[in-house]
């Protein structure tokens, strides 16, 4: 089973667990400030769930493409929509600041 390290903690999930919701589920903060209520819910259509996500993870769907490469996102960073992301393998989470993690400065990393 897969191990995904964010925030300072490590779980486990399955193969093909959709990121956000193990996020979620393990008390991870995965959105900036009012960006907890104020979210598509995982559909992709917001871009608040925004990450860095390394090591094994699918492919970015269209919902993932098309929502990045709007603003304020930018294509030269490399981050995913948690919510449109699979968990394939061993991954680390960082979330970066911003209303939409689209920022320059992490708020929490794999580590902590």
């Known amino acids: 089973m897969p ?9 486990i999930c399955d ?10 589920q393990n008390s991870v903060a995965l959105h ?3 960006a907890s209520f104020i979210n598509c819910h995982g559909l992709g259509s917001c871009g608040t769930c925004a990450v860095e996500v390394e090591e094994e993870v699918s492919e970015a769907n269209w919902r993932d493409r098309t929502r990045r490469s709007l ?7 490399n981050r995913r929509l948690a919510c449109q ?7 680390r989470v960082t979330k970066f ?3 939409w993690g689209q920022g320059t400065q ?6 902590g």
């Open 3 to 11: 191990q995904v390290t964010a925030q300072g903690k490590t779980f």
């Open 15 to 24: 193969r093909g667990a959709n990121l956000r919701q193990v996020l979620l």
């Open 32 to 34: 900036n400030g009012n």
């Open 71 to 77: 603003p304020p996102h930018n294509t030269n960073q």
């Open 85 to 91: 992301t699979k968990v394939l393998g061993d991954v």
């Open 97 to 99: 600041d911003g209303f």
């Open 106 to 111: 992490p708020l929490w990393t794999p580590e």
